[in-house]
């Protein structure tokens, strides 16, 4: 299997899981995919991993230090797997998955799913619970946002979903960043319909 079909494999996964989720600006855990696939060579992926990432088709692909992969997926990749790629893997995929060697596996209900997106540490305190809601209300408005301003361009587009996730990231953490929130709360700002949802943040988490 060459890194390119490897890639669009990857990408099927990722937008079926996308598909399955409440909404599809999620980073998921990838972490079934190999051996789901029957891959071995990790490196192999990696390149796959990159290779995504340069065509702008995925975005915040990570690697940990136990070899665990988290991906979103992007709307030109979205598109990519529905006009079905490039090497014609994915239909094969879909058509007959053991003609590439891969053993079908049970298909995980949409809760399952959601529960392997990137959420933030359970909160014990019920006015952090509140704050928490709110913040995720408010990360949505700022997608939505951006999915319906005309003045920009794909690329701009691309980069400010990549800003929000990495915001929703960062604060997700036990430790956070004041830095990198402030540049990407500054950087977001610019756009004036994301410049009061990127206040009420601030306001929220009292940086």
Known sequence: MTTEELAELFMASLYDMAEAAPHPYFLFTMNEFAPRMGITDMSELRKAIS????????????????????AGITVDGSVFVENGGETGIIERFRKDPSSIGIVPQPEQPAAVLRQNTLQPP??????????????????????????????????AR??????????????????????????????LANVAGLAPLARLILRLTGE
Not at 122 to 150: F, I, K, W
Not at 173 to 185: E, G
């Open 51 to 70: 290779f995504l990432e340069d065509k702008g088709l995925i975005y915040l692909a990570s690697t940990d230090a136990w070899g665990g992969i988290s």
């Open 158 to 187: 691309r980069d400010l979903f990549t800003d929000i996730e990495t915001l929703k990231i960062q604060l997700s953490k036990q430790t956070k960043n004041k830095a990198i929130i402030m540049a990407i709360l500054d950087n």
């Open 122 to 155: 359970p909160l014990e305190h019920p006015l952090q619970a509140t704050s928490e809601g709110m913040l995720d209300a408010v990360l949505a408005e700022m997608v939505t946002t951006v999915e319906n301003e005309a003045t920009l361009g794909p690329a």
